[in-house]
């Protein structure tokens, strides 16, 4: 048992570690507007992943969606449907950065605490006649203390607030820790989940090749299982020409649980929504047409 458990944290410690690296790398090149990657050619079994989890992802039309814009109006904004949260117990905002007007606006109009966290930005956001509370701790696919930060999974933290047994509206924006997490979370987190708003990202090996990691695939095949793709959305920040049919390597997903949603099978998602916004408004648009 001593030996497994010295294995555990070594694991752990090893997947925050590299949470961690890509986090504080991504920050790094903040400031570049657009990503410019060597456009390389890939093999067969690489195209092929890409365009089965572009597939996955391909949005559902749904007959009873009202769609509203939660959040920033640009970057931080998440499209919801409002009309499907009316049971919604308990929210969850991971990845804050200062700033969270989601989770706000969430508490304001379902009445209900969010729950935020983020170990990187001590900053806790004002939310007038909302309630919210603020961790400064992060999510992860395994519990672990990496350079003081505390990074625990999204059932131990849900746990911990008393919310085990609630109805779950939740946006999480981590900067590729989303992969891990969503991967060993348990499956009655996800049942009771009417609605989840995900921005992924994919991320890089050392000579700057986007990684095709099989956890995407099995991540998505497993969200939707219980879950529409009732929309989605390419960060304009994030560009690049070199990851198709892929148009950016950061992109917003709602999940809607099959629980709620009514499928309409005689029309199309309709590509872009009216309240859409770019990620980055001095930056061009990349949002593929019909998705």
Not at 182 to 210: G, K, N
């Amino acid at each position: 048992m001593a030996i497994a458990g010295v294995l555990i944290l070594v694991v752990g410690g090893a997947v925050v570690r590299n949470q961690v690296k890509v986090r504080n790398g991504r920050v790094a090149r903040a400031e570049v507007k657009q990503r410019q990657h060597p456009v390389r050619p890939e093999g067969a079994d690489v195209v092929s992943r890409r365009k089965a989890l572009f597939d996955l992802l391909r949005p559902v039309a749904l007959r009873n969606c009202e769609l509203q814009r939660f959040g920033e109006a640009n970057d931080g904004g998440y499209l919801m449907c409002r009309n499907l949260l009316q049971d919604v117990e308990v929210a969850y905002s991971y990845g804050i950065g200062g700033y969270d007007k989601w989770g706000c606006d969430i508490s304001k109009a379902l009445d209900v605490t969010v729950h935020q966290y983020d170990c990187f930005n001590p900053k806790q956001p004002a939310c007038y006649f909302g309630d919210t509370v603020f961790h400064t701790e992060c999510v992860a696919g395994t519990a672990a203390t990496m350079d003081g930060r505390v990074f625990d999974t999204v059932q131990n933290q849900m746990v911990r607030n008393g919310d085990g047994a609630r109805r779950l509206v939740w946006k999480i924006d981590v900067e590729g820790a989303e992969w891990k997490s969503l991967l060993t979370i348990p499956t009655d987190i996800l049942e009771r989940t009417d609605q989840m708003a995900v921005e992924f990202h994919w991320a890089e090996d050392a000579d700057h090749r986007w990684q095709d990691d099989p956890d995407y695939l099995a991540v998505i095949r497993r969200l939707t299982q219980f879950f529409e793709v009732a929309h989605i959305h390419f960060n304009n920040a994030s560009c690049v020409a070199d990851l198709s049919p892929f148009p950016s390597f950061a992109y917003e997903v709602l999940f809607v649980s099959k629980r709620v949603a009514v499928v309409d099978p005689d029309r199309g998602a309709g590509g872009i929504h009216p309240l859409d916004a770019p990620n980055n408004s001095s930056l061009p648009e990349c949002q593929v047409v019909g998705r």
